[in-house]
Each structure stands twice: as structure tokens, then as C-alpha cells.
């Protein structure tokens, strides 16, 4: 990536790493079931001792594969695994390598699905605590003896808050605990996570990568920083692997293969489609997003404008030192939140719409607190 440029090296990953018949893209493959010549090839790729080999569609096509790779590039990272959405990749990373009795430190201030799955695991015995992960002392306060991941969002979606990134990764990689970003909002086009010591890194294929709201998606990518061979919870049968691979392999085993939450080949393939645009996409929509956020800073109806890009914001300096742009992500909040439906049934242009990741401009408003809270720009969280 780094020889060719960013969009360069997106649009022609299909033809560099070979396509079927000189395809400048990759095929749908929508075989389910994979045939072989010799039996013992066949028990090589059910064993995990034959490399490259495709044993049942649930844990991956070739397809899939492409789009793993080409993420896998984008972020930096030693290998990628493909999910049917965002949250199903979420899901997987922390029910595969979590156990009852340990700790997880979470931000508070994540999507409001991730919160709520966060309540699941407390159910399942896995203690779960939340801190300002704006404030690193508050993350080192928390640590306890059992912990084993961090997990923060390097734009929180919808308060646009900015953990601090770079002190977290440095006191996870002191302690040897999991860290866990998720690069939803940002993309690797703004920000790498493997930058500041990520262990894994976690993107809504969905929202910014894919970037036209038509394909569900998620991805989880090993920066290859975190010992895996020293992380207590690898099952025994995916020791036989390098230390670099067990991670993952364990949560393609398990999130795949057991929890079967498969991305399918089509998805996958308007998903490549989608990234090859992502740079392009991303600055325009930076670029509208602090334009809209000017405009609504002097508009006498607004309270507070909440964008990373604006001087005032309380993360301003992390959004400059580290991020290429501040997102398409902005909020705002009215003086009056009680006419906050008069104000987003006047709007023409931006579409009332039930989530986020799109290239039209989606509003959607925002409980918090008792207190309504309109969010608008590029495009925008649901609740």
C-alpha cells in the first residue's frame, strides 16, 4: 500500500494478487461446499494444516478473502476476518476471547448497541467496567489483576468524544492486556490503530468503508503488536498455530465456524467495490462536515456544536495530532430541545433515516438523558 498510495493500492488489490482469467476484479464465488482431488487435502484444510484451501462457505469464499486481505492492507495489520455486520464482529472478538471471571474496561461513551452488548456479557459472568476513556488515569484505575481487554471507539458515536488513544495503547502495552479500537467512524483513511499499540482493530464494514449504505459488513484485523502466546484464553487446539495467528484463528473458529456469523460473497464483493472510493469519500465528507459545523456554530437556534474538527472541541488536539481528518460524524444540540421535531421536519435536504453510512446526508435525533439531541452531517449514529 505504502509503494502504490492508499486509493491506488485499494483499486488495484484485485489484479495484483491475481483474479480468475485477468478479472481486474475478483468474482463472486457462491459456492457453499469445496471439492478436492485427494482426500488428504481435503482433512489438510479441515485440520488448518493446509494453507489457502476453502472448507464450507460459513468461515469464508474466496471472495470473502479478498475483501480480508484488502482490509487487512488497509489497517496495517497481519490478517483480517470478514463478518456479516459490524456488530456481529464485536460480538465475536469478545465472546471468543473472554471468559467468565475476567475483566473487560470499556469506554463509556460507545454506540448504544455495543453498550447493550456489554450488559450481555455481564449476564454471561464477564465483569464489565466503564470509564472515561478521555482520561487515561481513569482507564489505569480500573485495571484490576483479571482484566484482559480494552476496548474504546476512536470517535464516540453520537457524543464525538476521542479516548486518548496513544496513553491507553502505552498502559496496555506495559500490562499485557488486549486493546481493542474500534476505527468505525474514522477509517483507516483518517487513522491506523496499529499507531498508537492496537491489538485488534474493528471496523463496521457497513458505515465508512463500504460508504454507500447498501451492503452489511464488519471486520476485525490483527495488528500483529499482542502476544497471543502469552494470552491465557487461547484453547489449546489453535496453540499448534503461530503466536501471531492464534487470535484470529480462534475467532474465525468460534465466530465463524460455531456462531456463524458469515459474510456473505455478494455483500463482500460490493463492499470491495465501496473501499475503493474510501479516501475520496472520507476527505469530502471531512470537509462538509466542519463546513456544516462553522455554520451551525454562528446559528442562533444551537447550543453546542460537537465536532472534533472545531477548536473548542475537548479532544481537538488528539483529533489533530492523530487523525488525518475529523469524520463525517458531527452533533449538535438545540438551545430549545423541545423543538427539536419542528427543526428536523423543516430540513430538505438531510433524510430523517434510522441509521448511518450512507453518501446523502442522514439525520436522526438522539435521547439522552431526558434531553432530545439532534445529530447532523455527512452522515449520522442512530441511537
Excluded at 448504544?112 to 481513569?138: F, I, M, P, W, Y
Excluded at 484490576?144 to 471507539?153: I, S
Excluded at 460455531?258 to 474510501?278: F, N, P, R, Y
Amino acid at each position: 500500500m505504502d509503494k502504490q498510495g492508499f486509493t491506488t493500492g485499494i483499486v488495484h488489490a484485485d489484479r495484483n494478487t491475481g483474479s480468475d482469467h485477468g478479472g481486474i476484479h475478483q468474482p463472486i464465488h457462491t459456492s457453499v461446499q469445496y471439492g478436492f482431488d485427494r482426500v488428504e487435502d481435503l482433512i489438510g484444510v479441515f485440520q488448518g494444516t493446509k494453507k489457502g484451501g476453502f472448507n464450507y462457505a460459513r468461515q469464508g469464499t474466496p471472495t470473502t478473502a479478498a475483501l480480508e486481505r484488502k482490509i487487512t492492507s488497509l489497517e496495517e495489520g497481519v490478517g483480517t476476518i470478514c463478518f456479516s455486520t459490524g456488530m456481529a464482529a464485536i460480538t465475536a472478538t469478545f465472546l471468543t476471547l473472554l471468559r467468565a471471571g475476567d475483566h473487560l474496561v470499556s469506554s463509556r461513551y460507545v454506540f448504544g448497541n455495543t453498550n447493550s452488548l456489554l450488559g450481555t456479557l455481564r449476564t454471561l459472568g464477564v465483569e464489565v467496567t466503564t470509564v472515561d476513556a478521555c482520561d487515561v488515569e481513569d482507564v489505569k484505575n480500573a485495571i484490576r489483576p483479571n482484566t484482559r481487554m480494552v476496548f474504546v471507539e476512536t470517535i464516540a458515536n453520537p457524543g464525538t468524544q476521542i479516548p486518548d488513544l496513544r496513553a491507553i495503547g502505552k498502559v496496555c502495552g506495559e500490562r499485557g492486556i488486549a486493546y481493542v479500537v474500534d476505527n468505525t467512524i474514522t477509517s483507516p483513511a483518517l487513522f491506523k490503530p496499529k499507531a498508537v499499540g492496537a491489538s485488534l482493530v474493528i471496523n463496521s464494514l457497513t458505515k465508512t468503508i463500504a460508504g454507500h449504505g447498501a451492503a452489511l459488513g464488519g471486520a476485525v484485523t490483527d495488528t500483529g503488536l499482542f502476544d497471543w502466546g502469552a494470552y491465557p484464553n487461547i484453547a489449546h487446539e489453535y496453540r499448534r498455530s503461530t503466536m501471531r495467528e492464534q487470535g484470529l484463528l480462534q475467532i474465525r473458529k468460534k465466530g465463524l465456524r460455531d456462531m456463524g456469523a458469515s459474510l456473505s460473497s455478494e455483500q463482500a464483493h460490493s463492499i470491495a467495490l465501496g473501499a475503493e472510493t474510501l479516501a475520496l469519500r472520507v476527505k469530502q465528507c471531512s470537509d462538509n462536515a466542519l463546513a456544516l459545523a462553522h455554520f451551525l456554530e454562528g446559528h442562533k437556534a444551537i447550543g453546542k456544536v460537537l465536532y472534533p474538527g472545531l477548536k473548542n472541541h475537548p479532544q481537538y488536539g488528539i483529533a489533530q495530532e492523530l487523525f488525518k481528518g475529523a469524520s463525517w460524524l458531527l452533533s449538535f444540540e438545540l438551545i430549545d430541545p423541545k423543538r427539536m421535531i419542528e427543526v428536523v421536519n423543516a430540513l430538505e435536504l438531510p433524510i430523517k433515516a434510522t441509521g448511518l453510512g450512507d453518501t446523502r446526508t442522514l439525520i436522526i435525533p438522539v435521547r439522552q438523558k431526558n434531553v432530545w439531541v439532534d445529530e447532523g452531517s455527512g452522515r449520522l449514529p442512530s441511537a
